[in-house]
């Protein structure tokens, strides 16, 4: 059977697609948040959740992808093991957060804005909104959090000591049924739209404009906004850059020192690369797209690459509040060409005529023509 020019086109076309795909699904550094099989459903909301259980590799750090319906909360929980922190994708939130020594803060968080809540402090996020869902992903600082909800403590106590509690009668809780699981999330019957108090709006510490935020790199290669405890106080053991690579654009290969890194895409597709420990040089490149996240053990090389028609969104969440950063620009200028060329086992001459970096670019102009995937990771 003979095939047109066409044809075999349309098919090289479809192997590269299925290569890529092969690649994207395989990784050990990659799971996709959206599609997860661990998801928390009620008519009200639902969470898709990625730790440790589902992706092995996590450690010290987890996500969710939170979604509450019109005019619903995610009931009023807390996080045993770990300080949460929350970025709104879409819509708005007006979030409770009761801690220690009755310390009471409610705010609205919007799109492109964030909240922190530390670990054991009870927190609820509203969805105030009549028409549209409030959605976030939410971090933790643990690879295995834990959770307990203000209904599954309701519940698992009885009625005389409930009474006890609130000097009531145990004849006041007959009508609430105690049931085996957690609310999760409620829907409210009326709406608090028009009950938003103007003190919601004020500034408050657990509340942080991220988008807002000036551009620690602004240039036609991308955005970098980098939200960590030297711009937020509040922050401990968790920190954020809010990152934008365009079309010509490319993260420079770095690691970071004492740091992990997970990230999450919002929109476009990227590669990364990343080395694995050791002598036998070890990596492994894989796809991304939006709906998934990746993670990097500390002080792991490893680069990004916008390999799409459109700039690429990643939230990039690391496991310290002032994360570490060493790039490849500032690495070779800080070292003379005699040791370079004796690091890369070639001759003087042969060596490329590396321009000097004060510092690390951390974003690069993409000059060359993307290359092919390729892998050499044991599985």
């Known amino acids: 059977m003979k095939f047109s020019m066409y044809q075999l086109f349309a098919i090289l076309l479809l192997t590269f697609s299925l290569y890529i795909e092969t690649i994207h699904c395989k990784s050990r550094y990659v799971f996709s948040l959206i599609d997860s099989p661990i998801r928390t459903n009620r008519p009200s909301g639902f969470i898709s959740t990625v730790s440790a259980k589902e992706f092995p590799i996590l450690k010290g750090l987890s996500m969710r992808y939170v979604s509450i319906n019109s005019s619903s909360i995610r009931e009023p929980h807390w996080h045993a093991n770990a300080d949460e922190l929350g970025y709104c994708l879409n819509g708005s939130a007006l979030i409770t957060i009761f801690g220690n020594d009755n310390d009471h803060n409610s705010f609205i968080v919007k799109q492109g804005e964030m909240y922190y809540v530390p670990s054991g402090y009870l927190h609820h996020i509203e969805n105030f909104d009549m028409k549209f869902p409030a959605e976030f992903i939410v971090t933790f600082t643990h690879e295995l959090p834990e959770d307990f909800g203000l209904s599954s ?3 698992a106590m009885t009625n005389a000591v409930l009474g006890n509690t609130f000097q009531l009668s145990s004849n006041a809780f007959q009508p609430v049924e105690h049931r085996q699981v957690a609310t999760v999330f409620g829907f409210k019957n009326d709406s608090t ?3 938003i108090l103007r003190e919601f709006e004020f500034p408050n510490k657990y509340h942080f404009n991220a988008e807002g935020l000036s551009a620690k790199i602004l240039n036609s290669e991308g955005i970098v906004k980098t939200i960590t405890k030297n711009v937020w106080p509040v922050l401990k053991d968790v920190s954020m850059y809010s990152l934008r ?4 654009g490319m993260r420079e290969p770095h690691w970071h020192p004492k740091t992990a890194e ?3 895409v919002i929109e476009g597709r990227a590669r990364m690369t990343v080395l694995s420990p050791g002598d036998e040089q070890r990596f492994e490149t894989y796809t991304l797209q939006a709906g998934d996240m990746y993670f990097i053990p500390r002080a792991y090389p490893h680069h990004i690459e916008n390999i799409g028609n459109v700039t690429t969104r990643f939230l990039v969440f690391f496991d310290q ?4 950063d060493i790039g490849l620009t500032g690495s070779f200028s800080a070292y ?3 040791t370079l060329a004796a690091t890369l086992d070639c001759q003087l ?3 490329p005529q ?6 690390s670019l951390l974003i690069v102009k993409r000059i060359n023509p993307v290359d092919p995937i390729q892998t050499n990771e044991k599985k």
């Not at 690579?245 to 010509?248: D, F, L, P, Q």
């Not at 509040?321 to 570490?324: A, H, L, M, S």
């Open 153 to 155: 403590t309701f519940f």
């Open 193 to 195: 739209k028009n009950k």
């Open 245 to 248: 690579i365009t079309t010509n």
């Open 262 to 264: 997970m990230g999450y």
């Open 321 to 324: 509040p002032v994360p570490g």
């Open 336 to 338: 003379s060409r005699e």
């Open 349 to 351: 001459e042969d060596l």
């Open 354 to 359: 590396f321009p000097f970096y004060p510092k």
